[in-house]
């Protein structure tokens, strides 16, 4: 199957759904949708009607590990468990498998399972354009059908590098060269409120970049150009490190930078979460 770009229609999803690769290769298609009000909606969305074929990864249950003292609300995965996941659900290195991740939240949850396949080193994933959403609009079929699991061969090449700690986060944040973003709301970037943690406030000296400036509101990515704009200040030279409350959203910077062609830059996972942990 010919690689995809990055982010993908619903168009390109449809004709490729059920149709195997001419070198053997596979389609995975993952559904994502969650609401950090209410934990279990996404599931039970899922549920009532999904892209057929698709499986469902919970970001408590899936994408995150426990919760502890520190870390962040969303810990990264026990990578081990984690692949273990992956290939249950038929996801391939050889030949690589093709995923195309979908939610309902502008890329939210996606964009975080996106970056861990990414992370582990498997190329070949894309998020769907506009979402659920635009598959209902498009008035393509959905599916109650739970897929069964399959016997899938992934081996997991993780990017260490990729990812910075409270530790190293301190060290490096206020070198020359090193530029570190916050990707929650204006509003909660200055301390003005604080919906979820228990303090409120960010990192001193990171700037603020909103998350949700990547996509419309019926979420759709912005053009290429409009993200090339976005990130203008950006020098891809520099280390840059991405945070958000928990390390999920942050991920949906991370992919418009790739998108305006920027090289993967780095992921503090556990975010304000966890820096304001230390602050107690």
Sequence with gaps: MKKSPPVVDVQWLAQ??????????????????????????????????HIPGAYYLDLNQDLSSAVQAHGGRHPLPDWAQFTQKINQLGI????PTQVVIYDDSRFAFAARLWWMLR?????????LNGGIKAWEAAELPLSTEIPAPQAG?????????????????RQRKDSPGVVVIDSRAPERYRGEVEPID?????IPGATNSFWKQSTTEHSYLKSTDQLCGQWADIDPENEVIVYCGSGVTACVNLFSLVIAGHPMHKLYPGGWSDWCSYLR
């Design 16 to 49: 490729h759904l059920n149709k195997p690769g001419s070198d053997g290769s596979n389609l995975v298609v993952i559904d994502t949708r969650f609401s950090l009000a209410e934990p279990n909606l996404g599931r039970s969305q899922y549920q009532a009607g």
């Design 92 to 95: 391939q290195s050889e030949p």
């Design 119 to 127: 992370y582990l080193g498997h190329e070949q994933v894309a998020i």
């Design 153 to 169: 061969e992934f081996k997991p090449n993780p990017q260490p590098n990729w990812i910075v700690d409270i530790e190293a986060l």
């Design 198 to 202: 228990p303090i409120a406030g960010s």
